[in-house]
């Protein structure tokens, strides 16, 4: 079955402090891949995406994410966080043709600590 | 311009009303979705409509009636709502392609929704 998975639920780290989150699909094919980012009562804003070509991925706000076709993974990174980052992440996975369907993972809630 | 607006931010409703959701893009989008959030949890699916049809409809109970009335909007008609109904729901929209979408999807703010 196809599925995303964010191992971690809630991730706290200090500003100016480098950031990693993690996002492995399981998918039969490589999908598209993207992240969003939900401060609380908003919508979704998309951080980056990847459809193919250079598997660095830069996006906005500083952040960039890397696919990794063997391990399955499209993990975001960010160097020094700030506290106006502090929100909840998804990171989503779509069939290249076929459904319109969005594949969610369960969302990484970030603490940043002043 | 990214941008996907819906009114009203705020509902409030009784079990009994009818209430009205609304999204609007100028994108050119031609898919545009609703999806229903809960607390800390992933948004849901609910509707996809493409070219002014409805393409999927992911099993949500009949007390919510979309509707596409042009290729801009996009409204979600609401009515005998259930407390359980509460949530966050969100309208997306995204390109086509050969009528099938593979593109990325851009969110509204979302309408809270809390039903009493």
């Known amino acids: 079955a196809q599925s995303v998975t964010q191992p971690d639920i809630h991730i706290t780290v200090s500003e100016g402090a480098s950031l990693e989150l993690r996002c492995n699909y399981s998918?039969?094919?490589?999908?598209?891949l993207f992240w969003y980012v939900q401060s609380p009562g908003q919508g979704l804003q998309l951080l980056l995406k990847?459809?193919?070509?250079?598997?660095l991925v830069q996006g906005i706000k500083g952040f960039e994410a890397e696919f990794k076709r063997s391990q399955s993974s499209f993990n975001l990174r960010k160097p020094s966080v700030h506290w106006s980052d502090a929100a909840e992440y998804f990171c989503?996975?779509?069939?290249?043709?076929?459904?319109?369907?969005?594949?969610f993972g369960t969302g990484t809630r970030l603490k940043v600590l002043a | 311009d990214t941008e996907v607006t819906q009114t009203p931010k705020h509902l409030v409703m009784g079990m009994t009303n009818k209430k009205s959701l609304k999204c609007e893009q100028h994108?050119?989008?031609?898919?545009m979705y609703w999806y229903k959030q809960k607390a800390k949890k992933p948004p849901e699916l609910m509707f996809v409509?493409?070219?002014?049809?409805?393409?999927i409809n992911e099993s949500v109970p009949s007390r919510f009636s979309p509707e596409c009335p042009n290729s801009s909007l996009l409204n979600l008609h609401l009515h005998a709502l259930q407390p359980e109904d509460s949530a966050l729901y969100l309208c997306?929209?995204?390109?086509?392609?050969?009528?099938?979408?593979?593109?990325?999807?851009?969110f509204g703010p979302g309408t809270r929704l809390t039903v009493l």
């Open positions: 997306a929209s995204s390109r086509t392609s050969g009528g099938f979408v593979t593109d990325t999807q851009y």
């Open positions: 998918y039969g094919a490589t999908p598209y």
């Open positions: 990847y459809f193919s070509g250079d598997t």
């Open positions: 989503a996975v779509a069939p290249t043709s076929g459904t319109y369907k969005y594949i």
């Open positions: 994108m050119g989008h031609r898919a």
């Open positions: 409509y493409s070219y002014e049809k409805l393409s």
